[in-house]
T-cell receptor, first 115, second 119 residues
């Protein structure tokens, strides 16, 4: 199993440009999440999904959109990038609520710089 | 709402010394608690988790953590530090599933503690 993969690994954008980050998991997980990581702030939840075709806002959703058209994929879009979106983005997935612990499995991250 | 506080953004120890990374949580109900480790330029890996089965939890690489409800703490320890333990460590808290099954397993992370190990 590849686990959770993210594409691309690095990206540099100019202010106002758009892009999509792709997350894929091969563990048949229902739940998927997008986080951003900034120094000294831990990880903050951007958006999440509890199943194919569903999405919901997390703590810091402004400026981002997501889609979950297929169970194994979770896309994060930036329509008009801003320097404040310079960050490392992590995707994660987990089993359904029927299991204890909600352990999340993380991808390797995408480092995004907006100039 | 739950929150997590990690005391000390940087901890430095000598190789072979005890590692102690502190985590305190606030939650209105007994939570699930996790420690994750992040090595440079990598994603997060689960070290261990508390799910109410036992208060002393053992994880990978000889790490362990003890859940203390009275102190609302879940500190991470390792008896003898190794150079390869140098990384950033995150404590996280999650809610248990609710009766309606709508809990999505949201994790709230602490700010992280960078562990440096000196020879």
């Amino acid at each position: 199993n590849a686990g959770v993969t993210q594409t691309p690994k690095f990206r540099v954008l100019k202010t106002g440009q758009s892009m999509t980050l792709l997350c894929a998991q091969d563990m048949n997980h229902e739940y998927m999440y997008w986080y951003r990581q900034d120094p000294g702030m831990g990880l903050r939840l951007i958006h999440y999904s509890v199943g194919e075709g569903t999405t919901a806002k997390g703590e810091v959703p402004d400026g981002y959109n997501v889609s979950r058209l297929k169970k194994q994929n979770f896309l994060l879009g930036l329509e008009s990038a801003a320097p404040s979106q310079t960050s490392v983005y992590f995707c994660a997935s987990s089993y359904s609520v029927a299991l204890e612990g909600h352990e999340q499995y993380f991808g390797p991250g995408t480092r995004l710089t907006v100039t | 709402a739950q929150s997590v506080t990690q005391l000390g953004s940087h901890v430095s120890v000598s190789e072979g010394a005890l590692v102690l990374l502190r985590c305190n949580y606030s939650s209105s109900v007994p939570p699930y608690l996790f420690w994750y480790v992040q090595y440079p330029n990598q994603g997060l890996q689960l070290l261990l988790k508390y799910t109410s089965a036992a208060t002393l939890v053992k994880g990978i690489n000889d790490f362990e953590a003890e859940f203390k409800k009275s102190e609302t703490s879940f500190h991470l320890t390792k008896p003898s530090a190794h150079m390869s333990d140098a990384a950033e460590y995150f404590c996280a808290v999650s809610h248990k599933p609710n009766a309606g099954g709508t809990s999505y397993g949201k994790l709230t992370f602490g700010q992280g503690t960078i562990l440096t190990v000196h020879p």
